[in-house]
C-alpha cells in the first residue's frame, strides 16, 4: 500500500469492546462485502428471485442467471486487474500490454484440451505455468529498463503474440479464435449459481493470497523500489530480484484468470476477450479507479469496469442530445464516468472511501487529527531499511543482545580499572606512610 493508504488505514479504526484491541474498520468492511458476495446466489438457490405484493409491486431478491454468470466473469477480470497491479501498483513498473499474460493462460489451456484432449483441471495449471514462463522471459531483460523503455517492451508483446495468432491461424483460430472448451467441472450454463461460487472461490483464494504477498518483507520491498529503488539498492538489496518475482507472479495469476475464463461459459479463446488492446487498456483503467497499489482496490475496479458496461447495456434510455439508447453508446458513458470518478477520486474508489470514514470518525471523536496521535508514518523506504537493518545486523551479530554484551564488557573493565586505581592508591599510600 501507498503511504497515504497506510495512514488512513491507521486512522480508520474501531474499538473492540471484548479486548479492548482496535479493530482496523477495513476489515470489517471487507468482510461484510465478501459475506455480500457470498450471499448473492442464495435467492436463486430458494427459488425466490421476486415476490408481488398486491398484485402490482414486484420487489426482486438477488440475481438472476444471466446476471450470476456476468458476475462471474467479473471476478475473473478482477483477479487479472490485481494481477496488473502487484507489478505496476507496488513496483512501479507500468505494463501497457498485460493482456499478454492473460492470452498465455487462456490459449494454453483451451488448445491443451480441444486438440489433445486434456481435462481443465490439469489444462489450466499448463496455462499458468505458460504464462509464468512468459513473464520470465518478457521480465528478466524487460526489468533492466527503465521508464518508457520497459512501457513499451510490455506494448509491444501483445501485437506479437496476435501476430502469431494471426500467422499460425490453423492452430490458434486467427482473430476469430478457438471454439469453447470444455467447462470447468462439467460446470455450464444449466448451473450459474455453482458458476458464480467456482468463480467467488478462486477470486478469494487470490486476493487473500496476493494480500499476504504484498504485506510481508517483500512486498514492503516492492514499494520501496517503486518510491526509491536507488535507495532500495544502497539498503544491500537486490531490486531486479524483486522485480522479477513481482512480474513473474503477476503473470501467473494473470495467465490462471485467463485460463480459468475460457472454461466457462462467459468466457472463450478470442482475440477480442483476451488480447485486444482494449483489454489491457480496461485492466490499468480497473486499477487506478480502485486504487492502485492496494490490490483490494484493484479488486473492487476490476468489478466495476467489467460489471458497469453490463449494466449500461440494459437501461433503456434515449439520450436527447445524441438521439441514441444508451446500449448503444455504452463504452462513451463507460469512459465518462470513469474519467468523472478519477478526477473526484484521483487516489481510487478505495483510499476515496478510507478518507470519508476517517474524517466521520474524527468528527465522531471530536478529534483533528489521525488516531495515530498525529505521529508521521514512516515511508515505504524507511520501512524497509529499518528491517532489513536490523536482520543484517542481527546476522553479523550487532544486534541488541551484542551491544548489551559490550555494555557489560565495559563496566567490568571499568570495574576492574576501578579495582586497580585502588589498589594503586594503597600501594602509594603504604610507600609514603614507610617514607
Do not use: C
Not at 523503455?149 to 494471426?166: D, E, G, M, R, W
Not at 487506478?288 to 483490494?296: A, P, Y
Amino acid at each position: 500500500m501507498s503511504d497515504d493508504t497506510l495512514g488512513e488505514d491507521a486512522a480508520v479504526e474501531q474499538s473492540s469492546p471484548a479486548t479492548g484491541r482496535s479493530l482496523p474498520a477495513r476489515y470489517v468492511a471487507g468482510l461484510i462485502g465478501l459475506a455480500l458476495l457470498a450471499v448473492l446466489p442464495v435467492p436463486s438457490l430458494l427459488g425466490v428471485e421476486s415476490v408481488t405484493l398486491f398484485g402490482t409491486v414486484t420487489i426482486t431478491f438477488g440475481l438472476s442467471s444471466y446476471q450470476l454468470l456476468q458476475v462471474a466473469g467479473a471476478f475473473y477480470f478482477a483477479m487479472f486487474a490485481m494481477s496488473w497491479d502487484v507489478v505496476s501498483g507496488y513496483t512501479g513498473q507500468i505494463s501497457f500490454g498485460h493482456g499478454f499474460f492473460f492470452a498465455l493462460g487462456g490459449y494454453t489451456s483451451a488448445l491443451l484440451n480441444l486438440t489433445y484432449g486434456v481435462a481443465p483441471l490439469a489444462a489450466i495449471p499448463a496455462g499458468v505455468a505458460v504464462a509464468a514462463l512468459g513473464g520470465v522471459v518478457i521480465g528478466v531483460p524487460a526489468l533492466r529498463l527503465r521508464g518508457p523503455y520497459l512501457s513499451l517492451v510490455t506494448l509491444v508483446a501483445p501485437q506479437v503474440l496476435l501476430s502469431v495468432f494471426i500467422l499460425f491461424s490453423g492452430t490458434f483460430g486467427g482473430e476469430l479464435g478457438l471454439s469453447s472448451p470444455d467447462n470447468l467441472l462439467g460446470v455450464g450454463l444449466g448451473n450459474p449459481v455453482l458458476v458464480y461460487y467456482i468463480a467467488f472461490a478462486l477470486f478469494v483464494a487470490i486476493l487473500a493470497v496476493l494480500l499476504a504477498v504484498t504485506r510481508s518483507s517483500a512486498g514492503a520491498v516492492f514499494t520501496a523500489i517503486r518510491e526509491d529503488e536507488d535507495a532500495v539498492a544502497a539498503a544491500g538489496l537486490n531490486p531486479a530480484k524483486f522485480k522479477t518475482f513481482a512480474f513473474v507472479l503477476s503473470a501467473a495469476v494473470g495467465g490462471l484468470a485467463g485460463a480459468v475464463l475460457v472454461h466457462t461459459p462467459v468466457g472463450n479463446p478470442q482475440p477480442s476477450q483476451l488480447l485486444a488492446t482494449q483489454v489491457s487498456i480496461e485492466v490499468i483503467i480497473a486499477a487506478i479507479l480502485g486504487g492502485m497499489g492496494t490490490i483490494v482496490g484493484a479488486a473492487i475496479g476490476g468489478l466495476i469496469v467489467y460489471l458497469l458496461p453490463e449494466y449500461l447495456n440494459t437501461v433503456e434510455y434515449v439520450v436527447p442530445v445524441l438521439d441514441a439508447p444508451v446500449s448503444e453508446i455504452d463504452f462513451l458513458l463507460f469512459a465518462v464516468i470513469a474519467l468523472v470518478l478519477l478526477f473526484v477520486m484521483p487516489g481510487g474508489v478505495l483510499r476515496a472511501a478510507l478518507r470519508i470514514a476517517r474524517d466521520r470518525l474524527s468528527d465522531r471523536r471530536g478529534e483533528g487529527v489521525a488516531a495515530d496521535g498525529g505521529r508521521r508514518a514512516r515511508t515505504p523506504v524507511e520501512q524497509v531499511r529499518e528491517r532489513w537493518r536490523s536482520a543484517v545486523e542481527r546476522t553479523l551479530g550487532r544486534g541488541p543482545d551484542r551491544e548489551r554484551r559490550t555494555t557489560d564488557g565495559r563496566r567490568s573493565d571499568g570495574r576492574r580499572a576501578d579495582d586497580r586505581d585502588a589498589n594503586r592508591g594503597h600501594e602509594n599510600g603504604g610507600d609514603t606512610d614507610e617514607h
